[in-house]
């Protein structure tokens, strides 16, 4: 009942059996094929005096893995061939987590929202092949993070077996971007608290850190901002489909604690219409007819950003939100802002007389107010492409940009001197391929067809850029807007699949030692973490027939 | 962050609010606009003398949903504009479910599995504005099944009160067509059979009544046949995953009970080679390489369907598995037959020789005996299209055809006078536009793009058949393929998706009164069913965002 396409090509390729599951890949990595087993009475000495709480917590999740996953090898037999050879194998009493002499004794949580550059992830994991103890260290407790979650990563099960099949173990690891991102948007269809805390717990297993909380947009504003209730109580879709201040403190410390910064983010201008429900005098073209003409997506209607007041409300908003988060970034948004939308509107016109300003700077005016605003509240900006490539605004080279629309628009923003983080919707756009959402629409949407994780996969972070241009890259990440998702199908939309991003950004461009990335090599060690990732709970999806994921070199 | 395709029409259209919530749509309902409430202590009065036990069950459930749906209505505001009015409304304090005088009182189980065709859903349900009771009638308990499940369809929620907006209320309802089916392949990859159970539940949710269960393939066989053990033992994926004899048992029987037929296939003799674990001898190409000169997916391997001892094996395995199995049918499969797999097997030539037939002679040989062997036990066979479209077979026309590689196949199955079932790839298929998953292709699969639900539903079921051919027409299903599948993702998958094609079969080729099919109008009652199936604990997908599940009309 299946056909195979005409275009595929036949490459019979040898992979040997993935006793080398780990992801992310690590910098650097060398496996023995010693077998060595976790002793019944394991333990995780944690050498570190006065350990804060959130590494404590860390460490015991790990034991909860060791103990919980109960994984079997992805090999015909699961691993049964080799059942004298486990029983046989040294055991492995303990893993001692210790930070480098001399580092100062601080928590994840402080450290995963650290300015993007100066988070320090990297750590040394060493697993003997004799039984004698295991050892990671790190110089921070969010570097011990990232080697605990390795750690999980090295061992199967069989029977009552924990085991590896390739001791010893070195690792010496560190991420190659500092932005490995994943973006949200629970403004189209909500998601409730518990859905979002499950997905950074499926992050911080791939070493992703960034958690961009596309949270409102013109459909719905779950988002509670003290002083500005209003925005939620009338434009939430329920009055249970809120985040209150207690629900964003508990998802940006559960992130934290994580290794996850969560960069927020407020669409404006053009992405606000449901403001109107509370302040219907700040809003240009609200519900206008033919949405298409006055909005990318309906219902139309934009903030009168060259309204005084209007002004003065997203200024004061942008700092009240920016209070009730701990990262150093927030996201201004600014992408498909709508000019048809701001002629038709005759408040924003008599302003623009007014003030004598053109469209372009009112919006520069009005884009630097917020800005102006998130920086007293000690935030830096972020921003989507348009912002620095359709307008002529002027912004800080610190200024964060988002490349969306097309992943060969990277090279216009680095070459405007903006550090970037690779978003494109040819890659990394979860949520393409599904149809078009609109009620009356049999074909395809715009970003079809669907991004397999072989094609996300094949992403170059540095291509057609110059050398120099390099150090702008930060990262990158996958993205799900929400417009035919939600708690149902998060899980399946995202997993495997963002896995595909975290390596290219943790591991680089290229894989270790500069070898290409090669998703042959990849797929047996992204069933490995997909598998492990079913077993905790998080229903990512199979990317193959059973038969093929024990075998993978047979299904090519 | 989106585009809006450039082949969008733009069309306004007007649709009231959702009062008319049922999917799929009755035959013929009329509605009125009085609200009416269920009275606290509403009970459902069963007046059949001594009913069957899936009866009473099928009422216990129904007044089981009608306590915890506790779906508001998709309309802004969620009803609460509505409250002064429900609160005013009559209570309605007991529906009566009554078999029209002189019919045999039979279980829904023993009607679910008669003969296509033969089985009576109809029913009968009024629904007065005044408080007086409510009546179900029908002949049979099949149709009182399908009643209660109408009747859930026809209430909401707001606050405590569970009303409808749309009394009087008279329905007469009836299928258009016999067969309205969901097929799950379970080969591979496993599903549970709480999945299977939890697939079955939304199936009778919107009146479906068959399960093609295509439960093995090439990749694992995980169904015990009594005899034949060594099938599963060797070649189910692991021995948690597989069905026992009691599995099925339990399977089938929740199915009837729920008005589902459960029709198994065991796809031969192309899609066979896992037996080759338990019968090696049996088995031609068994993984030649590269698989796909030998077969459509790996691993190769097919069923010497011309020696002596894999004829006998065959007759005697499918006796043996159609004795488990309640259902008058039968599938033998039969696709994707690959002729070079017997040409290049010396054991297939030396047979072929010695008997002096040729392949296709052989083939039919096979074929006519795996039916002679179902007949025996009872079952008419059911076959995919090659079988009489690209083989020279003699199969009686009580054979039943599933149309798979176009829809435009119909008409040549039909053509040749045979019962057919719309299972065509380019709209029914469930799997399309996830992506190949072949390891090392980076493409989209065969059967992309994705098939959205707009798509199914603008199938027509009698396109380029003569009138005299409609009765050939059993109806049609949805089909999931599971190589990219498992219980991870099988809700989201499968619904609301495949409540488009069990509308198309339940209401028929048009809707009442020979209206069109029509994509606006069906999308606020798609909504209601997908967000009633999330209610009760299916991960259905959403559609569109919330703000246009509520206002569809502002979202074309």
Partial sequence: MVRISSSLVLVVALVSAPCRAVWPNPKAMTTGSTFLQLS???TINLAVTSPPSDLTAAVA???????TDKLERLVPGRGSADSAKITAAKQLARLTVSLASGSAVTS?????????????????????????????KAQTSLGLLRGLTTFEQLWHTLGNATYTTSAPIAIQDAPAFPYRGFMLDTARNFFPVADIKRTLDAMSWVKMNVLHWHVVDSQSFPLVIPGFEELST??????????????????????AARGIDVIVEIDSPGHMSVISKSHPTLMACVEATPWS???AEPPAGQLRMASDDAISFANAMFKAAAS???SKYFST???????????????????????????????SNFVSGTHKSLATAGKTPVVWEEMVLDHTITLPNTTVVLVWQSSTNAAAVAKKGFQLVHAPSDFFYLDCGAGEWLGNDIGNSWCDPFKTWQKMYSFQPFQNLTTAQHSLVLGGQNLLWAEQSDASNLDSIAWPRSAASAEIFWT?????????????????????????????????????????ALQPSKCT
Avoid at 342 to 362: C, G, I, M, P
């Fill in 293 to 295: 003409n006055f909005a």
């Fill in 508 to 548: 680089g461009a290229n894989q270790p030692n500069g070898v290409p990335r090669n998703s042959t090599e990849a797929l047996p060690r992204l069933h490995d973490i997909r598998f492990r990732m079913v077993q905790r709970g998080v229903k990512a999806i199979a990317l193959q027939p059973e038969y093929c």
């Fill in 61 to 67: 999740r790990t034991k909860g893995f060791l103990a």
């Fill in 324 to 326: 009730i988060v701990p």
């Fill in 108 to 136: 994840i949580s402080s450290e995963a929202v650290k300015a993007l550059g100066s988070r320090v992830e990297a750590y040394n994991l060493t697993v003997p092949a004799d039984g004698s103890d295991a050892t990671l």
């Fill in 40 to 42: 019944p009475s394991f």
């Fill in 333 to 363: 948004g600014g992408d498909e802002v709508n000019s048809n939308c701001y002629t038709q509107d005759t408040v924003t016109q008599a302003a623009l007389k007014s003030k004598n300003l053109t469209f372009e700077q009112a919006l």
């Fill in 234 to 255: 009338q434009g939430a879709y329920s009055p249970t489909k809120i985040y209150s201040v207690a629900d964003v403190q508990d998802i940006t410390s559960y992130a």
